[in-house]
């Protein structure tokens, strides 16, 4: 006889409840499998949620943040402007040589507060505008800022490389791009008291968003740390004496970093160390042919 006919009523009971027991653990796993996906589907709605409400809470914020500066720069520019005016006057008017260094000393720190003001109100404004990008030619952006400064970098004992293509054009605003570069090289030029090189260079790399040049500004003198390097670009930010001083309201590269992010962009510092150098990278989208 086959081996069939050798399976008893009882075995093919048990393998019919065997079947009934797995069919109803599957019935259970999809039940289960079905309110989890409502749960999860519950919790992507209530994310989705959160973070609209975020972003709502983050935009009005950042409106009331901007609101604030232009008020504060208002406040305090009102009043800086008869001080500016009046303090020359009544140094000129005083004979005491004391008396005389303690107005120089006001009037040093009315310009400072007047260039913080100024500074402040730049970044606020770069918050809620847009740039008018264009075709530019990078060579001639660098060449205009090196031949305007040629007597500076001269006086400082640097030289000036300009190694990028004249065949290299970018989508940028000339005037922005050319503020970011000349804070680059005032930087590069306050680290090399002893003079050095300052070189202009790039390259062309390809990422999600399109084509993009990757500008260098390279110095010859002090360098930093890792951890001046990763603050370099924060708000009120000075990574060494130089940027101490009375000139420097710590927020220049920081309007830098705004403008740079404007064209869709970044910048970064790289340097070895003390005494090594420092090289700003910046990305800024290749103009269309």
Not at 169 to 178: A, D, I, P, Q, S
Request: hydrophobic share 35%; glycine share 6%; proline share 2%.
């Amino acid at each position: 006889m086959g081996e069939c006919e050798n399976v008893s009523t009882t075995d093919i009971h048990q393998l019919r409840e065997a079947c009934k027991k797995k069919d109803e653990e599957l019935e259970a796993l999809k039940k289960q499998l079905a309110e989890t996906e409502e749960k999860l589907n519950e919790l992507n709605h209530d994310l989705e949620q959160k973070v609209i409400e975020r972003t709502v809470e983050v935009n009005r914020l950042l409106l009331h943040k901007t609101k604030f500066i232009d008020n504060l720069s208002h406040d305090l520019g009102t009043p800086l402007t008869p001080m500016m005016a009046l303090l020359p006057v009544i140094r000129d008017a005083v004979e005491d040589p004391e008396i005389k260094g303690l107005v120089d000393t006001c009037i040093r720190n009315a310009e400072y507060i007047k260039r913080v003001v100024h500074d402040t109100q730049e970044m606020a404004e770069l918050s809620a505008i847009e740039l008018y990008l264009k075709k530019e030619n990078l060579f001639s952006i660098v060449d205009e800022l090196v031949q305007k400064y040629t007597s500076v970098f001269s006086s400082f004992g640097v030289i000036v490389e300009n190694n990028i293509s004249k065949e290299v054009f970018v989508n940028t605003e000339k005037t922005r791009l050319l503020e970011v570069i000349d804070h680059l090289s005032s930087n590069a030029v306050n680290s090399m008291p002893d003079g050095g090189t300052l070189t202009f260079s790039c390259r062309t790399f390809k990422q999600k968003t399109g084509l993009f040049i990757e500008l260098l500004v390279k110095d010859s003198g002090v360098g930093m740390s890792r951890e001046k390097t990763d603050h370099l670009f924060d708000e009120f930010y000075k990574a060494d004496e130089s940027r101490h001083k009375l000139d420097s309201t710590g927020l220049g590269l920081t309007i830098c970093k705004r403008i740079v992010e404007k064209h869709g962009g970044r910048i970064w510092a790289d340097s070895r160390g003390e005494g090594t150098g420092t090289t700003i990278h910046l990305t800024i989208p290749v103009a269309e042919v």
